[in-house]
């Protein structure tokens, strides 16, 4: 990764700026999922062009094909902190050498079997660890991941509130529609 100003990364960057200028609703971008069952917990996510396979191991009654969904949520994370930092490197003219990411998350299945109603489903708490190496200061480093930190979306949807509204919708001959 580099330091110079003028990449492709900041070309989009700019590029975006020109294009949503003066109407931010141009700035509004769609993504979407959709998924089927799978196996006997497993699931196939089609996102776009592609489709992802998602399952549990054997001691959550899956066969352990694939990473369950909370390991694809620390997937998401790591992945969308790579591609943060690449930009703000790149935007604060910081040079990194080497950038290695991971995460980890206590998650305690009570909540999940329903076991415990007063703990979470969730993670309890997640942990990232971000190793980079170059030729910036630390106080440097430090800039870049506060501005990582402040853009990241995926760490701000989980550490924002995002509003989930779910939407039944039964199969039967009056087409059904609850709202949640």
């Given at each position: 990764m580099?330091?110079?100003?003028?990449?492709?990364l900041?070309?989009?960057?700019?590029?975006?700026?020109?294009?949503?200028?003066?109407?931010?609703?141009?700035?509004?971008v769609?993504?979407?999922?959709?998924g089927?069952?799978?196996?006997?917990?497993?699931?196939?996510?089609?996102a776009?062009?592609?489709?992802?396979?998602?399952?549990?191991?054997?001691?959550l009654?899956?066969a352990?094909?694939?990473?369950?969904p909370?390991?694809?949520?620390?997937?998401?994370?790591?992945?969308?902190q790579?591609?943060?930092?690449?930009?703000?490197a790149?935007?604060?003219?910081?040079?990194?050498?080497?950038?290695?990411?991971?995460?980890?998350g206590?998650?305690?299945?009570?909540?999940?079997?329903?076991?415990?109603?007063?703990?979470r489903a969730?993670?309890e708490?997640?942990?990232?660890n971000?190793?980079?190496?170059?030729?910036?200061s630390?106080?440097?480093?430090?800039?870049?991941?506060?501005?990582?930190?402040a853009?990241?979306p995926?760490?701000?949807?989980?550490t924002?509130?995002?509003?989930?509204?779910?939407?039944?919708?039964?199969?039967d001959?009056?087409?059904?529609?609850i709202?949640?």
């Open positions: 580099t330091a110079e100003s003028a990449t492709a900041n070309d989009i960057v700019d590029a975006t700026a020109r294009a949503i200028a003066g109407d931010a609703a141009k700035a509004q769609l993504f979407a999922a959709a089927v069952p799978e196996g006997t917990v497993g699931s196939a996510v089609t776009g062009t592609h489709t992802v396979r998602v399952d549990e191991p054997a001691a009654g899956g352990g094909t694939a990473p369950n909370v390991e694809f949520y620390l997937a998401a994370l790591i992945s969308c790579v591609v943060t930092y690449r930009f703000w790149q935007r604060l003219g910081i040079t990194v050498e080497d950038l290695r990411i991971d995460a980890e206590d998650l305690d299945v009570r909540g999940f079997f329903g076991l415990d109603d007063t703990v969730g993670f708490q997640v942990r990232v971000v190793r980079i190496q170059g030729p910036e630390a106080a440097r480093y430090a800039e870049l991941q506060a501005a990582v930190d853009h990241c995926v760490l701000d949807i989980s924002g509130q995002t509003p989930v509204r779910t939407t039944l919708v039964i199969s001959p009056q087409d059904s529609v709202s949640a």
